[in-house]
């Protein structure tokens, strides 16, 4: 089973499927007198927002589009450049390059999270913004990249996509930056299969964020529109069967995480003793997902050791969130051969090259770092080994000391 979400599909998303179905109306738009009409989509937009406590959110139909929806309806495009970290799904570069901005990669630190110590060395006059990334389940450092992103005049957007249900100090993740958004695909802490969110405090964004979402129209299409359309948008708009699915499962969002933190506690105290071995840092231990528990071997060569008898990976060569792996980054295959937006007149930074060991500091945590599932198993994370999100305190000891036989080989 890839996420938690995933693994509690049931009778209550089956029965909200039916309903949409029963009554035969799958639209995201519909009149309010039509009995067919559920509004799936709207009610789980109010909800997410609710939830987030921020005034506006806008479904999409997928996490990637929910961050091209943010980047450009924040005016994000030709010319500028977004600070990223290097470890992250492509999609957080990709989104930036069909806003026709820049990806400017940046090191993590023992969060695993954007390190903003070096996001100061990365700022130009052509910075427009910082994408703080919440990595397998824990939120980036926030107070300092708002505080950067404040000093400079920059925009802060979070991409939220592995943390929808985390908080920071207090406030959910997606609330803290000019936008947020999340997914909700397959490994997801909930799911349809697909699905996004966009959600942002401030009204213009919300309705450039709804036109770029849907041709240019207004929020819910209200009022009259031809000769009032701002701008040409594209159609991310999410169906009343994803929104159905989606509200089931938003519905079991504080069973799942307090399952995942409670199996996340008990998996970290029982290998916690183990000599030479170290945690993620944690930036709120009371505010994180815990789909994933990261560990720091000393070097590289145990960490690959251990994960070898473990028949799993180091985060290094997992795959596809490591920069070092994204070789259509790497090499900037554009979809047109032109190269823009590398090649864009608007961009005044010159020549942009990425290459393998150009983050240092992120190659070498995540050369030492093994992700443990607690509820979510992913290639592309290196998480085949750990516990699924209904395991309970029995599973969880078994692996724990499955665990502890293999690296105490190793550890001392
Ligand atoms: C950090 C991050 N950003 C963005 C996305 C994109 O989400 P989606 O797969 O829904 O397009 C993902 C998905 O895995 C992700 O992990």
Redesign the pocket.
């Known amino acids: 089973m890839p996420g938690p979400g995933m693994e509690l599909i049931g009778e209550e998303e089956k029965l909200a499927v039916l309903e949409v179905l029963d009554a035969g109306y799958l639209f995201r738009y519909g009149s309010p007198d039509d009995p067919a009409f559920k509004a799936k989509v709207y009610q789980l937009e109010q909800e997410v927002a609710a939830l987030m406590g921020v005034h506006y959110a806008v479904a999409v139909n997928?996490?990637?589009t929910a961050?091209l929806v943010a980047l450009g309806g924040l005016g994000i495009g030709p010319g500028d450049e977004v600070i990223v970290p290097g470890y992250?799904?492509i999609?957080?570069m990709s989104s930036i390059i069909y806003a026709r901005a820049i990806p400017i990669l940046a090191e993590v630190d023992t969060t695993l999270n954007l390190d903003p110590a070096d996001v100061r060395t990365r700022i130009t006059p052509r910075t427009k913004a910082i994408m703080a990334?919440h990595?397998l389940g824990n939120p980036a450092r926030l107070d300092e990249l708002k505080a950067i992103a404040d000093a400079h005049g920059l925009l802060l957007v979070e991409?939220c996509?592995?943390a929808f249900g985390a908080s920071y100090k207090g406030r959910p993740v997606g609330s803290i930056g000019h936008a947020g958004t999340y997914?909700?695909?397959i490994?997801k802490t909930i799911t349809a299969g697909?699905g996004?969110m966009v959600v942002t405090d401030e009204e213009p964004a919300y309705r450039r964020f709804f036109g770029f979402h849907d041709q240019g129209h207004s929020p819910l299409r209200t009022g009259v529109e031809v000769g009032r359309r701002p701008f040409v948008g594209l159609d991310f708009r999410m169906t009343e069967l994803t929104a159905a699915v989606l509200l089931a499962q938003l519905h079991k969002l504080d069973t799942i995480v307090s399952h995942l933190r409670a199996n996340k506690r008990r998996f970290k105290a029982a290998i916690a003793g183990l000599p030479g071995l170290e945690f993620r840092e944690i930036t709120d231990p009371d505010g994180e997902c815990a789909t994933l528990l990261t560990v720091f071997l000393p070097t590289a060569q145990i960490a690959r050791q251990i994960a070898n008898e473990l028949h799993t990976r180091v985060v290094a060569d997992s795959g596809w969130h490591v920069y070092s792996n994204m070789e259509q980054l790497l090499e900037k295959r554009t979809l047109t051969p032109e190269g823009c937006p590398f090649t864009c007149p608007h961009y005044e930074g010159g020549e942009i090259s990425y290459s393998r060991g150009m983050l240092p500091q992120t190659d070498d945590l995540l050369a030492r770092a093994i992700n443990i599932s607690i509820g979510v198993s992913d290639p592309g994370l290196g998480s085949a080994f750990g516990v699924r999100m209904q395991d309970g305190p029995d599973e969880v000891d078994a692996r724990a000391e499955e665990f502890i036989a293999v690296a105490s080989k190793y550890l001392s």
């Open positions: 997928s996490g990637t961050l992250t799904f999609a957080s990334v990595m991409d996509a592995q997914s909700f695909n490994f697909d996004g």
